[in-house]
């Protein structure tokens, strides 16, 4: 079955204190994964693509990277203003359709 | 701007009643997904259309419905609604055949049911 998991469920940090975040899949025939922000009662904002086993990006204080496993969103020295529930989601070649994990919800601590 | 407009931003209706939330997406997006989020929980997939065709069904109640138009503008209609409704309803849109097929989000309408 299609799923994607992210981890943690949520993560407390100091301000300045570096962490990851983790998105596991699996699905055939991956054609792209997603990082998403959302701030409360906003709708998601697009932060990044992934298309292949190597690739990464960049954006300010996060940087994301993909296997064929999984993917991690990485946060650089946060400060407050990054926290957010991050999301993750894949689509297949096979479909149109987007899988979504339950996001991760970052808080940074100043 | 994601480029993504919703309206109405805000509803307030009563229990019963039947509402029309209205998604006009991306230039040049042909697919729309409705998402509704209640508070503190994830994104819950309703329904997509593709170029005026459903393509997907998630979980979506039999009270609620939706059409894509084909100037590419989406509704999505809920009826005799409960309280149990409210939420925030996300509309979304990509080119799923072109690009690198992302979606992009509208700011929601807050639906409030009393």
């Known amino acids: 079955e299609d799923q994607v998991t992210q981890s943690p469920e949520a993560l407390r940090l100091q301000e300045g204190e570096s962490s990851s975040l983790n998105c596991s899949y699996t699905?055939?025939?991956?054609?792209?994964l997603f990082w998403y922000r959302q701030d409360p009662g906003k709708g998601p904002e697009f932060l990044f693509t992934?298309?292949?086993?190597?690739e990464e990006k960049e954006k300010e204080r996060l940087k994301a990277t993909l296997t064929k496993k999984e993917s991690f969103l990485h946060i650089t020295a946060p400060k407050p203003e990054d926290s957010a529930t991050y999301l993750c989601?894949?689509?297949?070649?096979?479909?149109?359709?987007?899988?979504w994990g339950a996001g991760t919800k970052l808080i940074i601590k100043p | 701007d994601s480029g993504v407009t919703q309206t109405p931003k805000h509803l307030i209706t009563a229990t019963g009643q039947r509402v029309t939330l209205r998604c006009s997406p991306r230039?040049?997006?042909?697919?729309v997904y409705w998402y509704q989020q209640s508070l503190d929980q994830g994104l819950q997939f309703l329904i997509q259309?593709?170029?005026?065709?459903?393509?997907a069904k998630g979980n979506i109640l039999e009270r609620f419905s939706a059409q894509q138009f084909p100037d590419l503008h989406s509704e999505l209609n809920l009826s005799s609604l409960e309280l149990g409704d409210s939420a925030l309803y996300f509309c979304?849109?990509?080119?799923?055949?072109?690009?690198?097929?992302?979606?992009?989000f509208g700011q929601g309408t807050r639906l409030t049911v009393v």
């Open positions: 979304a849109s990509s080119n799923p055949t072109g690009g690198s097929g992302e979606a992009f």
């Open positions: 230039s040049g997006d042909l697919s």
């Open positions: 259309y593709y170029n005026g065709e459903e393509r």
């Open positions: 699905v055939s025939g991956l054609r792209g």
């Open positions: 992934l298309y292949s086993a190597g």
């Open positions: 989601a894949v689509r297949q070649h096979s479909n149109y359709q987007l899988i």
